[in-house]
Nanobody, 125 residues
Framework: QVQLVESGGGLVQAGGSLRLSCAAS????????MGWFRQAPGKEREFVAG???????YYADSVKGRSIISRDNAKNTVYLQMNSLKPEDTAVYYC???????????????????WGQGTQVTVSS
C-alpha cells in the first residue's frame, strides 16, 4: 500500500521560509515522478512544483524563483523549500506520486494516483 505523509507546514510571517517534506512508502520511490499541489480556501487545488524520476523539475509561475523541489531517493522523500513566502501562499499543501513509472512531472492531477493528507501553510502579513 502506497502512503505519502507530508510534514513541515506551519505559521510563518511574510518573507519567511518553510521546508515541506513528503515521506513515501509502498512503492519504488526512485522510479516515479512526484508533485506538490496546494489548495487555498475557496479555490481549486493547483499545481506548485514537480520533479521527474530523473530529477528534472518544473515550477508554477506563482512560486518560480522562490521555491525548490528536490528528492532524496535514499530516504524516499521529496522536499519543497519555499522562500520569500507571501500571504497568497497560504494553503494546504499536498504531495502526490505519478501513475507512470519513469515518467516526467505533470501539472495535471489525474496523472497522479496517490496523495498525502496535506500540510497547512499559513503566511501572515
Amino acid at each position: 500500500q502506497v502512503q505519502l505523509v507530508e510534514s513541515g507546514g506551519g505559521l510563518v510571517q511574510a518573507g519567511g521560509s518553510l521546508r515541506l517534506s513528503c515521506a513515501a512508502s509502498g512503492r519504488t520511490f526512485i522510479s516515479y515522478a512526484m508533485g506538490w499541489f496546494r489548495q487555498a480556501p475557496g479555490k481549486e487545488r493547483e499545481f506548485v512544483a514537480g520533479i521527474s524520476w530523473s530529477g528534472s523539475t518544473y515550477y508554477a509561475d506563482s512560486v518560480k524563483g522562490r521555491s525548490i523541489i528536490s528528492r532524496d531517493n535514499a530516504k524516499n522523500t521529496v522536499y519543497l523549500q519555499m522562500n520569500s513566502l507571501k500571504p497568497e501562499d497560504t494553503a494546504v499543501y499536498y504531495c502526490a506520486t505519478a501513475k507512470a513509472r519513469r515518467g516526467s512531472w505533470s501539472r495535471i492531477e489525474s496523472q497522479y494516483d496517490y496523495w498525502g493528507q496535506g500540510t497547512q501553510v499559513t503566511v501572515s502579513s
